[in-house]
């Protein structure tokens, strides 16, 4: 029953929770039905096949019963066995597709599901009281009443107008052959049967749908409880910033370890400082080692200083460098020009050629 204050949708984490538990939208009709039809249609393939196959078996167990010079309790039972075993493959036939029909209807409904939790004892339910409530009180109960009120009315109206459209033709069989009293009668009973399992099936999926929108009711959510479950899938907020803080201070440190191999440090000169490697050995672009704006970068210069790293005012280059290329990613072709006349102003202070 869904709650006054229950105004959101189930969360995916919800439903597959109460599937879990065995919470799935069904209609036990539409397994019913379809046995049913499964059932009758059977029947009626085979049962003309069936009546002469036993028929003929009926025959031939009444021949070699005559021929018995003493009949026994054993010997009638064999022939009786003998002639109602044509009938064994149509009632297996039946059998067998009712059982398919069954499986399929159900697993269109809900999928393949196991639920231990529904065959766990549960010592609730051996409370009277609560048994009592459960079947005199629960609203769900009178909805069960009606529906099975509402299935019993339409069986016995299509069985009524199924004889009243044909009972000028079974009066009619008084004079016919048994071979054709059986047979009209079954087309009578089978023409029945169809109509009350095709309708048993429209009421099942009625059923279905009604069902679903009931269990979609009942997992509705208020919005605490989908802010409290989005917190505890995403983890604790102080947490993750606590994770996210030391993740920074572990990259600065590796950042910061970088600055002193580092070829040269440029800057703005003291909001910006971007520390470039170039190795033309094993590089094929110079790579930004790091990077940072204020502090940081009063630490990048200090560190270059302390390790004799060459220090290159340009406050343009500087600033873009910064804003456009990553920690530890190459510099983009659009600004080589650029960052070769710096590397080639420092390899000059340091005598070398740039290859």
């Not at 009632?91 to 639920?115: C, D, E, H, K, T």
């Amino acid at each position: 029953m869904a709650r006054p204050d229950a105004t959101e949708k189930a969360t995916p984490k919800r439903k597959r929770e109460a599937r879990q538990r065995g919470q799935v939208a069904r209609s036990h009709d539409i397994g019913g039905s379809a046995i049913f039809l499964a059932i009758v249609i059977s029947l009626h393939i085979g049962f003309l096949a069936a009546i002469d196959a036993g028929a003929q078996a009926f025959m031939v167990a009444l021949t070699h019963a005559g021929s018995r010079d003493e009949l026994t309790i054993r010997s009638i039972g064999g022939l009786f066995l003998r002639s109602i075993m044509p009938y064994s493959p149509l009632l297996a036939m039946a059998f067998a597709s009712g059982v398919v029909l069954a499986v399929v209807a159900n697993v269109l409904q809900f999928g393949l599901l196991f639920s231990p939790q529904l065959i766990a004892p549960k010592f609730s339910k051996l409370n009277p009281a609560s048994g009592l409530k459960r079947i005199f009180f629960s609203p769900q109960t009178l909805v069960q009443l009606a529906k099975q009120l509402l299935k019993l009315a339409i069986v016995v109206m299509i069985c009524w107008f199924g004889v009243k459209d044909n009972i000028t033709m079974l009066y009619a069989l008084a004079h016919a052959s048994p071979h054709d009293i059986i047979v009209t009668v079954e087309g009578v009973v089978y023409g029945i049967g169809v109509k009350v399992g095709l309708l048993l099936l429209a009421l099942g999926i009625a059923d279905y749908i009604w069902e679903k929108r009931r269990l979609e009711q009942s997992l509705k959510m208020t919005k605490t409880e989908v802010k409290d479950e989005h917190k505890q899938s995403e983890g604790n907020p102080e947490a993750k910033q606590a994770l996210r803080n030391r993740q920074r201070q572990m990259a600065r440190k590796r950042m910061m370890a970088a600055v002193p191999k580092a070829t040269v440090v440029v800057t703005n000169p003291t909001h910006y400082a971007v520390a470039l490697m170039w190795d033309d050995l094993k590089m094929d672009a110079p790579v930004l080692v790091a990077k940072g704006a204020d502090l940081i970068a009063l630490h990048i210069r200090e560190l270059a200083k302390e390790h004799d790293v060459p220090i290159l005012e340009n406050p343009p280059l500087a600033r873009t460098l910064y804003a456009k290329v990553e920690l530890d990613s190459p510099v983009p072709p659009d600004l080589y020009a650029a960052v070769a006349q710096v590397i080639a102003f420092v390899y000059k202070l340091k005598g070398k050629q740039v290859s």
